[in-house]
């Protein structure tokens, strides 16, 4: 049974820092490129940051370049977003996603999300 499971989620103020992981179990981590959504209120849900399998290429959403890292630990199976200059519109559940790539291509797990909420 694949599982994801977030944490670090919180209250920050604006400004502030926060690091989510995303610890999984029951797959072949180094099988998934990785990366964090987030669902604000009345909105979709929107990637902000990737990985690939191996770690070696990353991408972001534009609202998030030069504030957050995401970066992953195959030997711990777990994937993290470190989330600096943090502001109040970063507020939302934020979702660890799993997607197979070659021999495990076409599956896509989520996990339950982790709230952030940034406010004075």
């Known amino acids: 049974q694949v599982q994801l499971v977030e944490s670090g989620g919180g209250l920050v103020q604006p400004g502030g820092s926060l690091r989510l992981s995303c610890a999984a179990s029951g797959l072949t981590f180094s099988g998934y490129a990785m990366s964090w959504y987030r669902q604000a209120p009345e909105k979709e849900r929107e990637l902000v940051a990737g990985i690939t399998n191996t770690g070696g290429s990353t991408n972001y959403a534009d609202f998030v370049k030069g504030r957050f890292t995401i970066s992953r630990d195959n030997a711990k199976n777990t994937v993290y977003l470190q989330m600096n200059s943090l502001k109040p519109e970063d507020t939302a559940i934020h979702y660890c996603?799993?997607?197979?790539?070659?021999?495990?291509?076409?599956?896509?797990?989520w996990g339950q999300g982790t709230q952030v909420t940034v406010s004075s």
């Open positions: 996603n799993a997607r197979g790539v070659l021999l495990f291509k076409n599956r896509n797990y």
